[in-house]
């Protein structure tokens, strides 16, 4: 009998063991599987193409320099409930990564993400960044082109970023590259005034303020809030409006002179009777649920997704555990 209660005990503390210790699987392109208990033992077996999908906790990445793609847990607290938020630390990706994708991360705060071309190359092409709360800045150190950002939270996109594509997103601060497209963001105010780079063109985006520097050789396209005052910059079709008028819940202006600040608890859809309701160039909202790329609620990875699960805390009298779960993806 001691020995059963012996067995008995080592089995429990292991699985408790098990439970705490992070299972990230390593998707080949073929389907193949291997769990791993590291980040970095997932990556190191990483080749290009492959697929890393994180579960709820914090992780260290390394510098990401190979074309893999990194799928979390999802990046808001409300939709990961179930299963936690996948974090991240602040980390640099470079010209091998290119190709490559993350979503589904909350990268905490510190320097965002840097992206780094190798010396023997003058400039890199493609990676996309979708799903993603990031409590930083996306910074280019070294020309990246073909960059997305789609539906993220960032604090603002800045350097040596060109021919990118930055649509559906919610941004807090400048977005200084030039020779990229702007389509149906929502761009807070931040302390003085806005950088919004050159030769880019600005679509469908909603601005708090017209505060900003001068955006030369750039195009504006019913975007609100925003008059460019560089004698090179064109604009059509430009709405002026206070975001109460905007917004169905913008939340609650602060500071002096009174500013909006994002919550995620906020309700950014457009009101019917608002100037924005299906008037961006395409025909939809401006603003993030506009477009080809409206925002997903709850920012749920493409993966299916748990975002909600109760388990019984006994068995029935029928030696049953009731367990309910609720699964959806974000596409």
Known sequence: MKNILLLLSF?????????????????????????????????????????????????????????IH??????????????????V??????SGAQGGSIEGLNILPGSGIGFYANSSTSSSIGFKIKRCFIDGNIQGNSVWESLVVENCYFLSISGNIENSLIRNNVILGHCSVNYSMFL???????????????????????FQSDSYTSAPNSYFYNNVNITPYSSSSESYN???????????????????????????????HIKVTSACYNSGADGTDRGIYGGSSPWVEGSIPSNPHIYFKQVAEETNANGQLQIHFKVRAGN
């Not at 990194?70 to 974090?87: F, L, R, V, Y």
């Open 238 to 268: 430009t709405v002026i409006e206070p975001w109460v008028d905007i917004f169905l819940v913008p939340g609650m202006p602060s500071g002096s002179p009174p500013s909006y600040s994002y919550n995620v608890h906020n309700n950014y």
């Open 184 to 206: 149906n963001n929502i761009i807070f105010q931040v302390n003085g005034n806005l950088q919004l780079g050159s030769s880019n063109t600005f679509k469908n985006n909603i």
């Open 89 to 94: 630390n602040p980390f640099s990706i470079n």
């Open 70 to 87: 990194i799928i979390g847990a999802g990046s808001n607290i409300d939709s990961c409930q179930a299963t936690g938020m996948s974090k």
């Open 11 to 67: 089995l429990f503390v292991s699985n408790i063991i098990m439970a705490q210790t992070p299972r990230i699987a390593l998707v080949k392109p073929n389907g193949t599987t291997t769990i791993h208990s590291t980040f970095q033992a997932a990556y190191d077996a990483a080749i290009n193409d492959d697929y890393i999908y994180l579960p709820g906790g914090t992780f260290s990445l390394p510098t990401i320099d190979k074309k």
